[in-house]
């Protein structure tokens, strides 16, 4: 579940072109990149712009801002926003841009940047402390998060945000390990828990995986947020607009291909009403189907094996 990969320090952002196909850039248009990241996509984003274009930046995470401000600083066309991609729409209501802007790229999941720092506490693969929040000044660390949850909501948060057929022997090896006062601090230790409570391994997988992502899920309420996203995109873009969502998890691209389903529908309506009422319009169209990540780019980013792209368009 990460954005971008590190290739000889060169950041590879996902389904790049095929995102940028999708949202069919226009020299003069407005465009929000949701997730900067670290860059890849918003770079290619600018390169499409002429001076009349204009692309805002947006991310919780502070070592993105920086990267943001740094690159993108000096751009007249460029604005930085910190905060989530739910909250997009104050800041277009307070710029008096709703229903102005042209497209919408959204690429969910973790960066490899922030997988990559042990003290970001994303990754079991480095050891450090358990924090895994994207933006580590505000909120519950998962440390924390871990000592005040109660077990049926640990449960529930492994079996449906992490897929874990295991959630409740987990679940109850942590409350235990609270209770003796050796809840784990750091990722090494949560990875080790994990593992020993786990009756059976899967081959090519780390037994901690589901774990840590059902618990960073849950510490930054990454669904939560692209719930409220999805709930007020179609009134952010303008006529014609397209939104451009890369998926890394099942949740998630459920949740975005439900979206664009029931905002495309169309409602079985008796002969008698020849005109469709205005709450019953179909709102959105799909662009294409699905895309995933050519067999090239898997072999060259592993992590894109599991990206999903979906595009939609306002209608007018």
């Given at each position: 579940m990460s954005?971008?990969?590190?290739?000889?320090?060169?950041?590879?952002?996902?389904?790049?072109?095929?995102?940028?196909?999708?949202l069919k850039?226009?020299?003069?248009?407005?465009?929000?990149?949701?997730?900067?990241?670290?860059?890849?996509?918003a770079a290619?984003?600018?390169?499409?712009?002429?001076?009349?274009?204009?692309?805002?930046?947006?991310?919780?995470?502070?070592?993105?801002?920086?990267?943001?401000?740094?690159?993108?600083?000096?751009?007249?066309?460029?604005?930085?926003?910190?905060?989530?991609?739910?909250?997009?729409?104050?800041?277009?209501?307070?710029?008096?841009?709703?229903?102005?802007?042209?497209?919408?790229?959204?690429?969910?999941?973790?960066?490899?940047?922030?997988?990559?720092?042990?003290?970001?506490?994303?990754?079991?693969?480095?050891?450090?402390?358990?924090?895994?929040?994207?933006?580590?000044?505000?909120?519950?660390?998962?440390?924390?998060?871990?000592?005040?949850?109660?077990?049926?909501?640990?449960?529930?948060?492994?079996?449906?945000?992490?897929?874990?057929?295991?959630?409740?022997?987990?679940?109850?090896?942590?409350?235990?390990?609270?209770?003796?006062?050796?809840?784990?601090?750091?990722?090494?230790?949560?990875?080790?828990?994990?593992?020993?409570?786990?009756?059976?391994?899967?081959?090519?997988?780390?037994?901690?995986?589901?774990?840590?992502?059902?618990?960073?899920?849950?510490?930054?309420?990454?669904?939560?947020?692209?719930?409220?996203?999805?709930?007020?995109?179609?009134?952010?873009?303008?006529?014609?607009?397209?939104?451009?969502?890369?998926?890394?998890?099942?949740?998630?691209?459920?949740?975005?291909?439900?979206?664009?389903?029931?905002?495309?529908?169309?409602?079985?309506?008796?002969?008698?009403?020849?005109?469709?009422?205005?709450?019953?319009?179909?709102?959105?169209?799909?662009?294409?189907?699905?895309?995933?990540?050519?067999?090239?780019?898997?072999?060259?980013?592993?992590?894109?094996?599991?990206?999903?792209?979906?595009?939609?368009?306002?209608?007018?």
């Amino acid at each position: 579940m990460s954005r971008e990969d590190i290739n000889g320090g060169q950041h590879q952002p996902v389904l790049l072109a095929e995102a940028l196909e999708g949202l069919k850039v226009r020299s003069d248009g407005f465009y929000i990149d949701g997730t900067f990241g670290r860059g890849g996509h918003a770079a290619a984003l600018r390169e499409r712009l002429g001076v009349d274009g204009r692309l805002w930046l947006v991310d919780r995470d502070p070592d993105a801002e920086a990267e943001a401000r740094a690159r993108f600083g000096g751009d007249s066309r460029c604005r930085f926003y910190r905060g989530s991609f739910a909250d997009i729409g104050g800041w277009l209501k307070e710029a008096g841009l709703e229903g102005r802007v042209d497209g919408i790229l959204l690429d969910l999941g973790v960066s490899s940047p922030q997988l990559d720092r042990a003290e970001r506490g994303f990754s079991f693969l480095r050891d450090g402390p358990l924090d895994m929040r994207m933006d580590p000044g505000s909120g519950l660390s998962a440390a924390q998060w871990l000592q005040q949850v109660g077990e049926s909501e640990l449960v529930r948060v492994l079996r449906v945000y992490g897929e874990e057929r295991f959630a409740r022997r987990i679940a109850r090896a942590l409350m235990r390990a609270r209770e003796q006062g050796a809840a784990p601090a750091t990722t090494h230790e949560l990875a080790d828990l994990v593992a020993a409570a786990m009756p059976a391994k899967e081959r090519h997988k780390h037994p901690a995986t589901r774990t840590f992502q059902a618990i960073r899920i849950a510490v930054n309420g990454e669904l939560d947020a692209l719930e409220r996203f999805l709930a007020g995109v179609y009134d952010w873009l303008a006529p014609g607009g397209r939104l451009a969502i890369i998926s890394f998890h099942s949740l998630e691209d459920r949740m975005v291909k439900r979206f664009i389903r029931d905002a495309a529908g169309r409602r079985d309506l008796p002969p008698e009403i020849p005109v469709i009422p205005e709450g019953l319009r179909p709102k959105m169209r799909p662009i294409g189907k699905a895309v995933r990540a050519a067999e090239q780019e898997q072999q060259q980013n592993p992590r894109s094996r599991s990206a999903v792209l979906r595009i939609a368009e306002k209608l007018p």
